[in-house]
């Protein structure tokens, strides 16, 4: 069984920053790409960041140059450094692992429970 728990949502100003943190643990063969995802009320579940295990990164236009991930292979954890946050960056955050539990089973999508980031104005 795989779990991703994930920690550093709140309320902050615009203007401010956060940053998420998603660790991933359980039966665990190889993690290759982590990221996070972002849905607001009403919108669809959208891609922030995105990060491979050789560390290539992908940002969502809308983030690019304010927004970070990061990762940890040795810890199975990943980091959304989050500055200039912008109001309309308010959303719930989940976490996502691309996995495989073991040598020979398929790799499959794995998420977290969802933090709350609130960015007020």
């Known amino acids: 069984q795989v779990q991703l728990v994930e920690s550093g949502g709140g309320l902050v100003q615009a203007g401010g920053s956060l940053r998420l943190s998603c660790a991933a643990s359980g039966s665990i063969f190889s993690i290759s790409a982590m990221g996070w995802f972002r849905q607001a009320p009403g919108k669809q579940r959208e891609l922030v960041a995105a990060i491979t295990s050789g560390g290539s990164t992908n940002y969502a236009d809308s983030v690019k140059g304010r927004f970070t991930i990061s990762r940890d292979n040795a810890k199975n954890t990943v980091y959304l450094q989050m500055n200039s946050l912008k109001p309309e960056d308010t959303a719930v955050y989940y976490c996502?692992?691309?996995?495989?539990?073991?040598?020979?089973?398929?790799?499959?999508?794995?998420w977290g429970q969802g933090t709350q980031v609130t960015v007020s104005s």
């Open positions: 996502n692992a691309a996995l495989m539990t073991s040598k020979l089973s398929p790799g499959a999508d794995y």
